[in-house]
């Protein structure tokens, strides 16, 4: 009968040693907290001293993902030297509309202490609109967005870009977001041509009969 009641209270015991040692003993404490991938302070809701078990990584990883700016995190705790580590991936902007950012994906959020002169202005009448000039972005060339400054939807949906060129701007009359590879093809034939180094706009609209100022 003993024996028996010293196997059933043995793992009992270990069980509550266990417990108690992860949940209230300063033995598996926050040593440290990291945060890897942004550079403006912001506050990692787990203390210095902590208990390690009772943070939960999963609970603390959604509150960030919940911030409009933040695209994915992940927590990990380190129960060796008590360090938890918290990886952010902030949402990478494309342009700028009334103020906010938009990413590729055409998320809005607030720019985290980034500046706004890099980034493409897009100006349109409300959000939606503002949205088919991301979509643009989103497939438009390299070479085109490395001078593209402004994007402006026009109330018909028609695309305006402008950009910024050795000799001043260039407008390019974009029409709607369609035969953008064709569009593309157009203009890099345009601009080739040495006669139209000083051209100020060009009108892709109809990609077959271009027209050129």
Do not use: C
């Not at 902030?90 to 720019?111: C, H, M, Q, V």
């Not at 400054?149 to 695309?159: A, E, N």
């Not at 001043?168 to 709607?176: C, P, Q, Y």
């Amino acid at each position: 009968m003993k024996k028996r009641f010293t196997f059933i209270a043995l793992p009992i015991l270990l069980l509550a040693g266990s417990a108690y040692i992860l949940g209230y003993s300063t033995v598996f404490t926050v040593s440290n907290v990291e945060i890897i991938g942004i550079k403006s302070a912001i506050n990692p809701g787990v203390s210095k001293g902590e208990k390690l078990a009772r943070i939960q990584p999963r609970v603390i990883a959604t509150k960030f993902e919940n911030l409009a700016w933040v695209k994915n995190a992940e927590v990990s705790r380190n129960w060796f030297n008590g360090k938890v580590t918290i990886r952010i991936i902030e949402r990478t902007p494309i342009a700028i509309y009334n103020g906010k950012a938009f990413d590729i994906e055409g998320k809005t959020f607030d720019l985290q202490g980034s500046g706004t002169s890099e980034l493409v202005q897009i100006q349109a009448s409300d959000t939606k609109s503002a949205l088919e000039a991301v979509d643009l972005l989103t497939v438009l060339d390299s070479q085109i967005k490395q001078s593209l400054r402004t994007v402006t939807v026009q109330k018909t949906g028609s695309l305006d870009l402008l950009l910024a060129q050795d000799s001043g701007t260039l407008e390019i009359k974009w029409g709607l977001n369609s035969e953008n590879e064709l569009k593309t093809r157009v203009y890099e034939e345009i601009i080739a041509l040495p006669e139209n180094n000083r051209v100020t706009r060009i009108d892709l609209s109809a990609p077959h009969a271009p027209i050129v100022k």
